[in-house]
């Protein structure tokens, strides 16, 4: 056992056995360092992350490499899903210095943390004009014994490169027409026409580049933004990307077609796209999307939920195959031998052609990835059923895929938003329940009584670090939408509290912000990223929750902290649509007003479920009857119910439309 032994990561706990010393980032690692002279190695990955544990295999449990980076170096294990902010950091200087990036990220730094040398995967032996790792590693000490000017100058030289870094976030002026009109003509030139979604390969699902363009046609009605919105859903829901039998997604496609996917399944992915296809049903009716977004839903509850009643962070792309082999896919493919082994030869033969599974294989060894391929005709459903469960049964015998346990804090707020608004959609009560447990968690467990939000938690036990910007704008947007479906207001005044914390420890000058709290952890630079990725930013994630809350209570301070973010999106929408998708769609929600929902009636009745189901962008809705439904959501304050009757009022920029009791009249409002 390292010094890895007893952390909450399980991605640092798959490394506690190895032969390598490993410390945990801390100033203890770093004053080590100085003690011995000796450089850091910062070795930065996540556990669903396959070319970690290839690296780890082939380097990491060498005895004789560790002996030669225990004698030479300060060995760091971070996990990046637990240190977000020494990722971005470290990230951005391997991807300024080599011009890309990735996991494992393998960075060397002087004992004062600063990097002067990087890489990502390093094979056992050299190839491809790629090192040795074992070569990196006689070449760094080399250079440290040798040429130390050299090396302290090119670290400074990067830590200053770092810090002169200003972030231009587009001024004073939010997003208007013509940047959002400018950002779906950026959107329809990057789009595949052939296969959906947005450039090639890889090919990643555009949640929130779909989030806006629903919202864009919502408040517009541009058909071309709904097009590109519905044929991208279908085509994921079709391909290899959608798990055909368990549901879910998996992370991003290999090929642009969608066929073969890479296997890891994130917990952030399928809420992200989970919430997308509902909201694509809400918009079109689409049975498919209603489908997909209740399998994906179940998906989550089934594989992810953690005994505490949060959601677990993703599961492994490898697994074990029949040879007992550690290989990618093995849970998830198929061959036509072992569909007959299942099914028998007349269902595998139905199955194969239905699904796609094909005599060469559509992945490695002749195995195939399950999808739904073309328009094969009418189908039989109740076969087509019966053999899905027969498989999936067979399939729940395989050695299953590891599970990341570690619980994050933003990933389950976006889960709780996720579920509590595909619950009260399609009336499963179950998956409220869900989210709220989860939403306990969060309160329970990561604001517990330090009154700051925790990142992670594993077990019911808070980790050490704290929460960053995502964290908090992710959280309150999964508060702000269990508030609207159960009508609970202690769970608005909880987004409140989180979003004044955001006002206090992470806004600077000119409405920008920053990914790390005033008060956290100095690092080489202060990281702040406006950029959506796998997930919304903590800027545009934030932004969202702030324009809601401000909505929901009137507050001028939300509202213009909200404004003041959006700059960016000012800037930076026109020209890179798809890297900051979430925060176009704020500014829809902007553009629209939000509007404000007020029902003046019953809990899940008719006039809530219609003020729900309301496709205006970024609508906010309270409901609650009584004399105290007003202590409960500002919104509810002197809404009386007119002549006895549950009653909406719908407002926006300080207007308001004369109240309604009928449900039709409400959806036309809000665009139903």
């Known amino acids: 056992m390292n010094r890895l032994a007893g952390v909450t990561s399980p991605y640092l706990l798959q490394h506690a056995d190895n032969p390598v010393d490993w410390w945990p980032w801390g100033s203890e690692a770093f004053e080590e360092a100085k003690r011995r002279d000796v450089p850091v190695l910062l070795s930065v990955g996540y556990s669903a992350c396959h070319w970690c544990h290839v690296m780890a295999h082939e380097s990491f449990e060498d005895e004789t490499v560790a002996a030669y980076l225990n004698a030479h170096f300060v060995p760091v294990k971070v996990d990046r899903e637990e240190r977000p902010d020494v990722d971005a950091v470290y990230m951005e200087a391997v991807q300024a210095a080599t011009g890309h990036g990735g996991w494992p ?36 000490v080399a250079a440290w014994t040798d040429r130390r000017e050299e090396v302290a100058e090119v670290a400074g030289r990067i830590v200053a490169d770092l810090a002169g870094r200003s972030l231009v976030h587009g001024g004073d002026g939010v997003p208007g027409e013509q940047e959002t009109a400018q950002a779906l ?52 829901a079709r ?54 977004a209740l399998e994906t839903a179940d998906f989550m509850v089934r594989e992810l939920r953690t005994a505490e009643g949060g959601f677990a962070s993703a599961l492994d792309a490898d697994s074990e195959d029949a040879d007992g082999r550690h290989v990618e896919g093995a849970f998830y493919v198929w061959t036509p031998g072992q569909l007959r082994e299942v099914l028998g030869e007349d269902d595998a033969a139905f199955a194969a052609a239905y699904f796609g599974v094909t005599e060469e294989g559509t992945f490695e060894e002749g195995a ?85 939000l925790t990142r992670t938690s594993k077990d019911g036990r808070a980790g050490d670090n704290a929460g960053v910007l995502e964290d908090y704008g992710d959280v309150a947007e999964g508060f702000l939408a269990l508030a609207a479906v159960t009508g609970e207001g202690a769970w608005l005044e909880f987004a409140g509290f989180l979003l004044d914390i955001v006002l206090e420890q992470f806004t600077g000058e000119g409405g920008q912000l920053y990914d790390t709290a005033h008060d956290a952890e100095q690092l080489i630079r202060r990281p702040q990223d406006p950029t959506d990725s796998a997930t919304p930013s903590g800027w545009t994630a934030a932004a969202g929750a702030l324009l809601s809350y401000a909505a929901y209570t009137g507050s001028e301070a939300h509202r213009t902290a909200a404004e003041g973010a959006l700059g960016v999106v000012k800037a930076l929408g026109p020209r890179v649509p798809r890297f900051v998708g979430w925060g176009l769609a704020v500014a829809e929600a902007l553009l629209d007003g939000p509007r404000e929902v007020a029902v003046a009636g019953p809990v899940g009745g008719e006039l809530h479920r219609t003020a729900l189901l309301g496709r205006a962008p970024g609508a906010v809705v309270a409901a609650g ?20 009757e549950p009653t909406a009022y719908v407002c926006r920029h300080f207007v308001c439309d004369a109240p309604t009791t009928d449900a039709a009249e409400l959806a036309a409002k809000l665009g139903g």
């Open 185 to 236: 003509l950026g959107l329809t030139r990057e789009y595949d026409e052939q296969h959906g979604g947005f450039g090639g390969a890889p090919k990643f699902p555009p949640s929130m580049a779909v989030e806006f363009l629903l919202r864009h046609y919502a408040r517009t009605g541009s058909e071309g933004a709904l097009q590109m919105a519905a044929d991208t859903c279908s085509a994921m």
């Open 625 to 644: 009857e009584g004399p105290g439904a007003g202590a409960e959501f500002p919104l509810l304050v002197d809404r009386p119910q007119v002549g006895g």
């Open 239 to 292: 391909g290899g990307i959608y798990d055909q039998l368990g549901g879910g997604f998996a992370r991003y496609s290999v090929d642009r077609e969608w066929v073969v996917p890479h296997f890891e399944k994130m917990l952030y992915d399928n809420a992200l796209l989970c919430r997308v296809y509902a909201h694509l049903w809400r918009t079109t009716g689409s049975d498919e999307a209603r489908r997909i």
């Open 105 to 140: 990220m393998t960075v060397f730094l002087t004992a004062d943390a600063e990097p002067f040398y990087f890489g990502t995967y390093f094979p056992p032996e050299a190839r491809h004009g790629s090192p040795s790792f074992q070569q990196v590693l006689e070449g760094v």
């Open 368 to 452: 195939s990835v399950l999808r739904l391929p073309g328009d094969t005709g009418p189908v039989d459903a109740a076969r087509v059923a019966d053999v899905r469960a027969r498989l999936l049964a067979a399939r729940a015998e395989r050695p299953r895929p590891g599970r990341d346990d570690k619980v994050v804090a933003a990933w389950n707020g976006l889960a709780v938003a996720a579920l509590a608004e595909t619950g009260a959609y399609f009336d499963r009560p179950d998956l409220v329940e869900r989210a709220t447990e989860a939403a306990d968690l969060l309160v329970r467990v990561h604001l517990g009584e330090v009154a700051r």
